[in-house]
């Protein structure tokens, strides 16, 4: 299982962004410091009720002193963003992990980075338009939004005194076509997006129609949809410490099914985006569902994500 360190903070700020989004600026409590981070980073916050959401931090990776992170409420959440808007208060101390990252910025030069956000994506984004003026490195921001008043950090972008490289787009902007921005890959070209998952899927099969590399191209999904298939079978899981076998019928996750004799493991996102649940496989062959991990670690078929991923072998036999 994956280790990550939790902490307390102190809630200094909670500020409303724009409409359904609200920030909080979580300071280190006295003769305490904050882990350092890079541009990309998310942290796990650890809500009322037990719940665990990850966010992304969108403040200044030099700013050692404090953390940033925004929230949109989702008008079908399943309590975490509800949480954070209805429970936490100025002042609380609530319990965070340590910082992550999964949505690096190239580290290649020389490079050119184009910085897509849609929404709430633009969290990750800002933290990396911070980190890419302080390197003085050659970037543009396109944020994308329904509205100005969902548009969160708007006017804060445009005071930045790179504020010429950023770019406002509102649902209708006749001068506005993401094609276009697509429509010139180069090799030193780097593409990061963020935001809803409809407007990811476009923007990267956007850029893949115009032959842009895999290489450039760069996402992070903020939840995924569990796949559930239509020719899903069932099949077993293994207890190594025990011998325990259970099945696991179609429609049903693994961490259910163990759940069913008793074995809990540790989930937050249960979508696979997290890597909270990752598990050890001793032997069979996964079918990988999950947004965290690399192409190479899938491929080496010796951890997975049971909160949504499968099994392709009849039985898999878990380091539990």
Not at 111 to 132: D, E, F, K
Not at 205 to 218: I, P
Not at 270 to 293: A, F, K, W
């Amino acid at each position: 299982m994956p280790s990550n360190p939790v902490f307390q903070v102190r809630l200094a700020r909670k500020r409303a962004e724009a409409q359904d989004i609200c920030s909080l600026e979580l300071q280190a409590l006295p003769g305490q410091s904050l882990p350092a981070f890079t541009a990309g980073s998310h942290i796990d916050l650890h809500l009322p009720g037990g719940l665990v959401r990850q966010y992304s931090l969108c403040s200044d990776p030099g700013d050692t002193g404090r953390y940033v992170v925004a929230v949109l409420r989702e008008s079908a959440s399943r309590g975490g963003s509800a949480a954070v808007h209805e429970h936490l208060e100025e002042g609380q101390e609530i319990s965070i992990g340590a910082p992550r990252n999964q949505f690096v910025l190239h580290a290649g030069r020389p490079a050119r980075h184009v910085l897509l956000a849609g929404g709430i994506g633009i969290t990750p984004l800002l933290a990396m338009a911070r980190q890419l003026a302080h390197e003085g490195a050659d970037f543009a921001l396109h944020y994308c939004a329904r509205s100005r008043e969902r548009m969160a950090f708007a006017d804060q972008l445009l005071a930045m005194p790179w504020s010429g490289r950023v770019r406002l787009h509102l649902d209708g902007d006749s001068g506005w076509r993401m094609a276009e921005l697509l429509s010139e890959p180069k090799s030193d070209l780097h593409l990061y997006v963020c935001g809803p998952r409809g407007f990811m899927e476009a923007a990267l099969e956007g850029a893949r129609a115009a032959g842009w590399s895999e290489d450039c191209l760069h996402s992070e999904f903020f939840a995924g949809d569990v796949v559930r298939r239509e020719g899903d079978a069932d099949f077993e899981v293994e207890i190594a410490s025990t011998g325990q076998v259970v099945g696991v019928a179609p429609g049903q996750t693994v961490v259910q099914a163990l759940a069913g004799i008793g074995v809990q493991i540790a989930t937050s996102c249960e979508q696979g985006v997290c890597g909270t649940c990752l598990t050890r496989v001793l032997s069979g062959r996964p079918e990988h569902r999950d947004m965290y991990l690399t192409e190479d670690e899938q491929t080496a078929c010796d951890q997975f994500l049971p909160c949504c991923s499968r099994a392709k072998s009849p039985r898999l036999v878990l380091d539990l």
